[in-house]
C-alpha cells in the first residue's frame, strides 16, 4: 500500500491474554471511530503477531501538523471511560509520531513487517541515500505490495492524559514498514534484503525485527 499522507502515528504493544477479547471489541468499536473522525486521520488499522502475540497499530495522517491539531489533543486530553479502562492493559507500549520519508505501493495487503532502526552517528544521509531507492524497488518483489520509510519526530507537547494513564510510551527513531501477502516472502525480505548485517553496513544501528503482523482491521473516515 502507499501510505495516506505525510505523517503517521505507529505504535506496538502487547495485552493479556485475559484482556484481548474486550481489547478488540474496543478498538474496533469504539478507538478507531473515534480516530478516524478527526480531521486529518486517513486511515487507522490494527495487525497483529500470531495468536498471543504482539499487535501493530498504525494511524496514517494528511500532514504532520495533525499531530498537533486541537481536535487531536482534545481526544487524547478527555479519553473515554472505556479508554480509560484500556489504556492501563497496554503493555510494553513503544508509540512513534512520524514523518513519512517515502512510501511506495498500492492498496491493502494482508501482513505487515516491521523494522525499527537508528543511524549511526554521523551515518544519517549515508543510511538513508540506502533505503529510499531501496523501499522503492521492494513491491516489485514477489509476495510484496508495499514498502515505506518513517521517522519519528515528537513534537514538542506535554504529556497527554492518554499518556499519563499509561506511564508514559517507549519511541522509535527509524521506521521501516513492508506490506504483502506472501508471508514467506516478507520473511525473506527482512532475513536477506533487511538483515540487520545489511543495514549496519549501511550505517544502521539499534536495529529491531519483528515476526510479520496479519491485518485484522483497518477503517478510513467514509466508515465512521
Known amino acids: 500500500m502507499t501510505l495516506l499522507g505525510n505523517a503517521a502515528v505507529a505504535m506496538w504493544w502487547n495485552v493479556a491474554d485475559t484482556h484481548r477479547t474486550e481489547f478488540h471489541e474496543w478498538h474496533s468499536k469504539e478507538h478507531l471511530p473515534e480516530r478516524l473522525g478527526i480531521p486529518g486521520f486517513n486511515r487507522g488499522s490494527r495487525w497483529q503477531q500470531e495468536e498471543g502475540g504482539d ?14 491539531s486541537d481536535a487531536y489533543l482534545t481526544r487524547l486530553n478527555n479519553p473515554t471511560l472505556w479508554s480509560k479502562t484500556m489504556m492501563p492493559l497496554h503493555r510494553d507500549m513503544v508509540r512513534s509520531q512520524c514523518r513519512v520519508v517515502a512510501s511506495e505501493g498500492r492498496g491493502v495487503a494482508t501482513y505487515v513487517s516491521t523494522v525499527r532502526l537508528s543511524p549511526q552517528e554521523g551515518a544519517r544521509e549515508k543510511l ?4 529510499v531507492p531501496l523501499l522503492s524497488r521492494l ?8 514498502a515505506h520509510l518513517l521517522r519519528t ?56 525485527h519483528g515476526e510479520p503482523y496479519r491485518l485484522v482491521h483497518a477503517m478510513v473516515p467514509q466508515d465512521v
Open 153 to 208: 519526530e515528537t513534537p514538542q507537547a506535554a504529556l497527554t492524559t492518554e499518556q499519563q494513564i499509561r506511564g508514559g510510551d517507549a519511541v522509535a527513531d527509524w521506521i521501516i514498514l513492508v506490506n504483502g501477502h506472501n508471508l514467506a516472502a516478507l520473511r525473506t525480505v527482512c532475513s536477506v534484503v533487511l538483515d540487520q548485517g545489511v543495514l549496519e553496513e549501511y550505517g544502521a544501528a539499534a536495529t529491531v
Open 128 to 131: 538513508e541515500r540506502h533505503l
Open 139 to 146: 513491491p516489485e518483489r514477489f509476495g510484496v505490495t508495499g
Open 55 to 68: 499487535f501493530f497499530v498504525l494511524y496514517e495522517l494528511a500532514a504532520y501538523e495533525t499531530l498537533t
